[in-house]
């Protein structure tokens, strides 16, 4: 038996009160924002903490919140019932007031040692701790294997990557270093999530999350996840290591489709065939299909051809914006050409491409955001996504916004979901940023060309006809009812 047998650990995504405007998305995404039908990602970095605990042989309980609809009372009666010694509590920035709760309820409630986790407890650890007298501490970063030093008893001034309180003074050890091997972390710990509360209408179901890499080696602004938590060098895991999580979640799971959802999956291209020809090795492309992220500098045809082979039926790039000139705001390194060549590949290979743009960027102009129109209107994915720019604490634009003072409400942390504009452009105001949103959304989904190609695949099979459908529902309750 081990000698953590004993120890109990809970490790929780908070109540999000959205106050009846949707759901709360924080665990597992890059940008925290609220939305209005119910699609929550897997938070695969909690099963992740929650793998490493385990095989420490540390009981452990992970309760998703938000994915079980659960009240704050409801949360605080759970983990009295767990009776923990130690509880983790994921945060963000425009819940950290709302986690803040949580955490002292909890603290009341249980005893036990309570924790932060996430980008914004990373960025303001001392401030935390300074303010909230129940905290025990802040794990900054990556988090799993700080959270197994703590649990399993190391002394707290020897944990890297921990923030903690020695009687009234508030210590900050060094940073952690990145986890190096991959290959050593076991898999999630999947058995402890509900995976139906995780499925989108885009993929085919049931399906599963997997993380070949992390980490992103580019330097764009408004980007959180590479400045704070992940680091800005691509570690990966082994192609064997990846498929051999595959094989698990098709055996145990009956999962029928694979979301890879690291920062860049398609971008180094001996690795991305060295992935594909191990599934093709293995015989998965006949089991399952799978998505990616790549990245729009990377338009060579001859990987995307082997991604298709292999069972790749979906890639979302970051296009972000039109404009050139805003593209160098943002320190986004792409050639607007080579997106063009992406989406060609993309297409000849018979993979769905999916880009995602931004708007009110600093300095941004009504033009600006007409080229970024425009060109979304000639690329033709099959998708695109278009969100507010966030310029979250941690971020190089968040710093350039508090010198620069194009912030509209610098420390107003709820505000910060996505729901809003949260940079002064200066030539935009509010009200026109809003409705230039939902025209971007609009002028791209309600084009003739798109509905004949959508109304096509939906007659193609049945599930085309789910999904094809689920997706008309959500654009229509998300975007028609406005006015």
Known sequence: MSKHAKTKALIINPVWDTRGNGTGCRSNTRWPHIRKDKYLLFPIYLAYAAAVLEREGVRVKVVDAVAEELG????????????????????????????????????????????????????????????????????????????????????????????????????????????ENLDDMPFPAWHQFVLKKYESHLYVRPSAMVIPTRGCPFQCTYCLWPQVLYGHRQRRRSPGNVCDEIEMLIGLYGVKHIRFDDDTFA???????????????????????????????????EMYERMSEAGCTKIAVGVESGSERILKVINKPIDLEKARQVV?????????????????????????????????????????????AVPYPGTKMHSDGVR????????????????????????????????????????????????????????????????????????????????
């Open 404 to 483: 620069e003072k194009f912030l509209k409400y610098p420390a107003d942390w709820e505000r910060y979901s996505s729901c809003e504009t949260m940079i002064d452009t200066g030539t935009i105001d509010a009200k026109r940023l809003e409705q230039m949103y939902v025209e971007f959304w609009r002028r791209f989904y309600l084009r003739p060309a798109f509905i004949m190609r959508n109304a096509k695949k939906a007659l193609s099979s049945a599930d085309n006809m789910k999904k094809v459908s689920r997706g008309a529902v959500s654009f229509f309750n998300r975007f028609m009812r406005r006015q």
């Open 72 to 179: 704050l009372r409801q949360l605080v009666k759970q983990a009295k019932a767990e009776a923990p010694e130690y509880c983790f509590i994921e945060s963000s920035t425009p819940t950290i007031d709302q986690d803040l709760k949580s955490s002292m309820s909890i603290k009341e409630a249980t005893g036990s040692r309570v924790f932060l986790i996430g980008a914004h407890p990373t960025v303001f650890h001392r401030e935390l701790m300074k303010e909230n007298p129940w905290l025990d501490g802040v794990v900054r970063g990556e988090f799993e294997l700080t959270m197994r030093d703590i649990v399993c008893g190391l002394e707290y001034p020897l944990i890297a990557g921990l923030t903690y309180r020695d009687g009234t003074e508030v210590n900050a050890n060094p940073d952690r270093s990145p986890i």
């Open 267 to 301: 971008l180094n291209k001996q690795y991305v065939i060295g992935c594909c020809d191990e599934m093709i090795k293995r015989g998965l492309h006949r089991k399952i299909t799978w998505n990616c992220f790549g990245h729009i500098t990377q338009p060579d045809h």
């Open 344 to 388: 060609r590949s993309c297409r000849r290979a018979g993979i769905e491409i999916y880009c995602d743009f931004m708007i009110g960027f600093p300095y941004e102009t009504e033009q600006d955001i007409r080229k970024s129109m425009d060109l979304a209107i000639e690329l033709d994915p099959d998708y695109i996504q278009v969100s507010y």
